[in-house]
T-cell receptor, first 110, second 113 residues
Framework: SQQGEEDPQALSIQEGENATMNCSYKTSINNLQWYRQNSGRGLVHLIL?????REKHSGRLRVTLDTSKKSSSLLITASRAADTASYFC??????????FGAGTTVTVRA | DSGVTQTPKHLITATGQRVTLRCSPRSGDLSVYWYQQSLDQGLQFLIQ???????AKGNILERFSAQQFPDLHSELNLSSLELGDSALYFC????????????FGEGSRLTVL
């Protein structure tokens, strides 16, 4: 069973716009991670935020975490065509596995 | 390049057959994870090994088995294959046993006919 649920399932934006996707999860976590997957390729780690952190930045990525609401958001600013991919949140519950959500498919139009 | 190598990249076989998928983790990584990705089930955790020992098991079918060898490479064995086993199988490695980022291979695409 999946721990995280991303919303929306799909997102289409114009190049240069920002993209925001959300992740909700069910149980307490050690950390939450975001990954990107280009079509049919392996997942690539983007950012990790620990349960005691509220916000983290990496380049054009901004991640927030609200443990009281059991939710996280990923913001991609000034999107590019190369950002077209599926984005997954994954939760670490300190149980030796990383549980992935169903993902958000982002399409960036030129 | 994540440093994780998976072979074969593509595999086509028939129902009832058995296949072995192989994974070489990043140099120095002790943890190996296996995931199955299909259109209707998303990315499902199968099993994790740390330095040769099984640490966690997910929704792995009894027809599937895995192991991690002393040189840290891992194999996932799928037997009595069914049409529904067609999927992308990913291996990922991590430097730590729990809580770290995962480095994914490019996957093995299995098609069962």
């Amino acid at each position: 069973s999946q721990q995280g649920e991303e919303d929306p399932q799909a997102l289409s934006i114009q190049e240069g716009e920002n993209a925001t996707m959300n992740c909700s999860y069910k149980t307490s976590i050690n950390n939450l991670q975001w990954y990107r997957q280009n079509s049919g390729r392996g997942l690539v780690h983007l950012i990790l935020i620990r349960s005691n952190e509220r916000e983290k930045h990496s380049g054009r990525l901004r991640v927030t975490l609200d443990t009281s609401k059991k939710s996280s958001s990923l913001l991609i600013t000034a999107s590019r065509a190369a950002d077209t991919a599926s984005y997954f949140c994954a939760t670490d519950n300190n149980d030796y596995k990383l549980s992935f959500g169903a993902g958000t498919t982002v399409t960036v139009r030129a | 390049d994540s440093g994780v190598t998976q072979t074969p990249k593509h595999l086509i076989t028939a129902t009832g057959q058995r296949v072995t998928l192989r994974c070489s983790p990043r140099s120095g990584d002790l943890s190996v994870y296996w995931y199955q990705q299909s259109l209707d089930q998303g990315l499902q955790f199968l099993i994790q090994y740390y330095n040769g020992e099984e640490r966690a098991k997910g929704n792995i079918l009894e027809r599937f088995s895995a192991q991690q060898f002393p040189d840290l490479h891992s194999e996932l064995n799928l037997s009595s294959l069914e049409l529904g086993d067609s999927a992308l199988y990913f291996c990922a490695s991590s430097a730590v046993g729990v809580g770290g980022e995962l480095f994914f291979g490019e996957g093995s695409r299995l098609t069962v006919l």
